[in-house]
């Protein structure tokens, strides 16, 4: 199958107090998420500061104004039988229940078997759209199930990606934690980075120049004598926000493979986080209706919760 070309374009500004002693592939690496340093190294990345092209080598000084140039290959995606379950749809939408361990879209080492995959083979009109992700205008992670809604069309694509990129939309998800947190309610606000030293993992530091601003809040639903039920809501959409989040106050997400411990009873539990609810103003007929979609809590946290005592 052939596959398409297509050029991906960052723009960063450096931070005043940055110290002049990072080369620039590692600095754009530590603060554009997207991005790794094998992919910085292609021939054909091109790297620009203060509008002059640079050797990847070249340190880097507060005040530099970088862009990025990334060229990146996709194999369009064709229709699978995939099964997944629907809370909703009518002619502009449809709402998911995402299964766990089902990937939303194509990308490397994931390209057959995904959602998108399966929503091209339920709808044959979304072919029309992007050839790899056609409808998605928001993802979970892999081991995360619950809500999600697709577009359909070109215009709903639009009506719900403002709506995401402004956060109108409403998302709860519900975790079951290690340990009981300090507070039974806060909102926990950090910069989050990729960790240096493993490019699948996410940090959250109190450092103001690197990283992108997150915020997440949560609250305390139940106590366990090893765990807790928390309630989530996000005010950013980082990657990984929430389980950066709940390791950083020290309650990471039961389940977790990246970072979670395995728990001593429980050493095969896969991660307990799940989108619980959306709500969105969606096309319906001729005008917009705002709805909420819940999908149910599912097997895996009613299995986990029922022998634990409060």
């Known amino acids: 199958m052939s596959t398409d070309q297509t050029i991906e374009h960052y723009s960063i500004t450096v931070p005043e107090d940055t110290p002049v002693t990072m080369r620039v592939d590692s600095y754009i690496a530590s603060a554009v998420s997207e991005l790794s340093r094998s992919r910085i190294a292609l021939d054909s990345t091109v790297i620009l500061i203060d509008g002059k092209p640079v050797k990847k080598s070249r340190k880097i000084c507060g005040g530099m104004h970088i862009e990025i140039a990334v060229q990146r290959q996709e194999m369009p995606a064709e229709p699978e039988d995939v099964d997944f379950p629907v809370l909703y749809e009518n002619e502009h939408v449809v709402v998911v229940n995402k299964p766990q361990g089902l990937v939303v879209h194509p990308a490397a080492g994931n390209w057959h078997g995904t959602l998108v995959h399966g929503l091209l083979y339920r709808y044959q009109q979304m072919k029309t759209l992007d050839t790899q992700r056609p409808g998605i205008v928001h993802r979970l992670d892999k081991d995360t199930s619950g809500v999600m809604i697709v577009a359909k069309d070109a215009p709903t694509i639009a009506v719900l990606s403002k709506q995401f990129s402004t956060r109108s939309a409403q998302k709860v998800y519900i975790a079951i934690v290690q ?48 765990c807790s039920l928390v309630r989530l809501t ?8 929430l389980r950066v989040h709940m390791r950083y106050i020290g309650n990471p997400i039961v389940g977790d493979p990246i970072y979670a411990r395995k728990h001593q009873g429980t050493p095969d539990a896969t991660l307990m986080l799940h989108a619980l609810s959306l709500q969105i103003d969606i096309p319906e007929g001729e005008g917009r209706v705002k709805r909420k979609f819940i999908a149910p809590l599912p097997k895996r946290f009613r299995e986990y919760l029922k022998p634990l005592k409060s």
């Open 179 to 226: 340990g009981i947190p300090k507070k039974k309610r806060d909102t926990i606000e950090t910069q989050i980075v990729r960790d240096r030293h493993d490019r699948k993992r996410f940090v959250a530091t109190d450092v103001q120049s690197v990283g992108k601003y997150a915020q997440t809040s949560y609250t305390v639903l139940r106590t366990f004598e090893h």
């Open 234 to 241: 996000l005010k950013t959409g980082r990657t990984h926000q």
